[in-house]
């Protein structure tokens, strides 16, 4: 199957700042990613889905102007938390799948567990 | 709308015992559905998928799922539990036809716990 990996996997910031989590799809090109968040013991939360050259697609009640999502390339997709607070702690995940036909579901990173103090 | 339902939080089964991690759908159109399995803080690693063709799919591990038209079912199974299946599993739904690049849409997550 395809590989997709994620970076950082783990992160701790202050509240304030912003964090950045890379995307990467290692093995074929995705023209299209998606962002997930999860807490604790439950279930995946679709964020946004990011077309590659295009604005990111967000789910209802998901604020674009704090969770920034960047799809500059097939390879690459990046989620930004601004002004991160506590609150936005949480496990991050992000998939990628592609219409070139080889393959026909989605592909997840590892995840990237962001820490907000 | 689309969406699953996974109503067991929990299954435990001891080692060796065939296993069921039970899904239920609501779908308009013909239904695209998947299981997924997460490990403790690590994504997502797919099972499974049913698209079309027969009803029970064959995927990863030696689990299977039998989908069910009647009973709008998609239940995973797999005959004989390993220590090493006890996990989270997502049942999900695509949410449209257009292919790999439609969102999903994920079941609450049942827990896996095989008793050595």
């Known amino acids: 199957g395809a590989v997709v990996s994620q970076h950082p996997s783990r992160v701790i910031c202050k509240s304030g700042t912003s964090v950045k989590i890379e995307c990467r799809s290692l093995?074929?090109?995705?023209?299209?990613m998606f962002w997930y968040r999860q807490f604790p013991k439950q279930s995946l939360m679709l964020m946004a889905t990011?077309?590659?050259?295009?604005?990111?697609?967000?789910e209802q009640g998901v604020e674009k102007d704090k969770f920034l999502i960047n799809h500059a390339s097939l390879t690459l997709s990046t989620l930004t938390v601004t002004s991160a607070h506590p609150e936005d702690s949480s496990f991050y995940i992000c998939?990628?799948?592609?219409?070139?036909?080889?393959?026909?579901?989605?592909?997840f990173g590892p995840g990237t567990r962001l820490t907000v103090l | 709308a689309q969406s699953v339902a996974q109503p067991e939080d929990q299954v435990n089964v001891a080692e060796g015992n065939p296993l069921t991690v039970k899904c239920t759908y609501s779908?308009?159109?013909?239904?695209?559905l998947f299981w997924y399995v997460q490990y403790p803080n690590r994504g997502l690693q797919f099972l499974l998928k049913?698209?079309?063709?027969?009803?029970l799919v064959k995927g990863s591990y030696g689990f299977e799922a039998e989908f069910n038209k009647s009973q709008t079912s998609f239940h995973l199974k797999k005959p004989s539990a390993l220590v090493s299946d006890s996990a989270l599993y997502f049942c999900?739904?695509?949410?449209?036809?257009?292919?790999?690049?439609?969102?999903?849409?994920f079941g609450t997550g049942t827990l896996l716990a095989v008793q050595p």
């Open positions: 779908v308009s159109g013909n239904p695209y």
């Open positions: 998939s990628a799948s592609t219409t070139s036909g080889r393959y026909n579901e989605q592909f």
């Open positions: 990011s077309n590659e050259g295009s604005k990111a697609t967000y």
């Open positions: 049913y698209i079309t063709g027969d009803n």
């Open positions: 093995d074929f090109q995705a023209t299209t």
């Open positions: 999900a739904v695509r949410d449209g036809p257009g292919g790999a690049t439609n969102k999903l849409i």
